[in-house]
């Protein structure tokens, strides 16, 4: 069983950064894709940012640009770089594995845009 913890979110005004960080209880990111998703309330789970076994990324348009997925396989660690920030990115974040089963969903982080 894999365990998937999600940190680095908080409270960050319009046009700022942040960086997440997802860190997994065994050796995963280099085996299959990975994602970062987030929900936003009242929203669906969302996929915005993948990175693949063979180190590809790939983001949803509404990220792209903006964002960077990355990964440490020594640490067993996944990042999500977040620049210019927009009140529409507040929602939970989450990592897992992407375009197969997923593991079990982590707590997630909450990142709020906010003046």
């Known amino acids: 069983q894999v365990q998937l913890v999600e940190s680095g979110g908080g409270l960050v005004q319009p046009g700022g950064s942040l960086r997440l960080s997802c860190t997994a209880s065994?050796?995963?990111?280099?085996?299959?894709?990975m994602g970062w998703y987030r929900q936003a309330p009242g929203k669906q789970r969302e996929l915005v940012a993948t990175?693949?076994?063979?180190?590809?990324?790939n983001y949803a348009d509404s990220v792209k640009g903006r964002f960077t997925i990355s990964r440490d396989t020594a640490k067993n660690t996944m990042y999500l770089q977040m620049n210019t920030l927009k009140p529409e990115d507040t929602a939970v974040y989450y990592c897992?594995?992407?375009?197969?089963?997923?593991?079990?969903w982590g707590q997630g982080t909450q990142v709020t845009v906010s003046s």
């Open positions: 897992n594995a992407a375009w197969r089963s997923p593991y079990s």
């Open positions: 065994r050796s995963i990111f280099s085996l299959h894709a």
């Open positions: 990175i693949f076994s063979g180190g590809s990324t």
